[in-house]
């Protein structure tokens, strides 16, 4: 069974950092393109942080460019999203995705990603 596990999430305070993780189970991450998608209550959800198979596709929004890194670990078959300097407005459902392809329009917006997790809660407080 196909499936993608995060973990990681929790309460910081403004300024601290979280380390989110994405675990696959049923399939090689290493042969897709993983992206970490955010929702936060009453908004739409929104790309954080994409990067392609080979690593020549990337992507992250204006919002979190560095502050947030995509990495991976092929031979723990997980992706992790490093988050630093964090701010309220960070404050959300973190999700994590896969696609065979990469595409960046999927990757800003999650439309067209083909398995995702069940997210994992991220709260920053003042």
């Known amino acids: 069974q196909l499936q993608l596990v995060e973990s990681g999430g929790g309460l910081v305070q403004s300024g601290g950092s979280l380390r989110l993780s994405c675990a696959a189970s049923?399939?090689?991450?290493?042969?897709?393109?993983i992206g970490w998608f955010r929702q936060a209550p009453g908004k739409e959800r929104e790309g954080v942080s994409c990067?392609?198979?080979?690593?020549?596709?990337?992507y992250s929004p204006d919002s979190v460019k560095g502050r947030f890194t995509i990495s991976r670990d092929n031979a723990k078959n997980t992706v992790y999203l490093q988050m630093n300097s964090l701010k309220n407005e960070d404050t959300g459902v973190y999700y994590c995705?896969?696609?065979?392809?990469?595409?960046?329009?999927?990757?800003?917006?999650?439309?067209?990603?083909?398995?995702w997790g069940k997210g994992t809660l991220v709260t920053v407080s003042s």
């Open positions: 049923g399939f090689t991450l290493g042969y897709y393109t």
């Open positions: 995705a896969a696609r065979s392809s990469y595409s960046a329009n999927a990757c800003r917006d999650g439309n067209g990603m083909d398995y």
């Open positions: 990067i392609s198979r080979t690593g020549g596709g990337s």
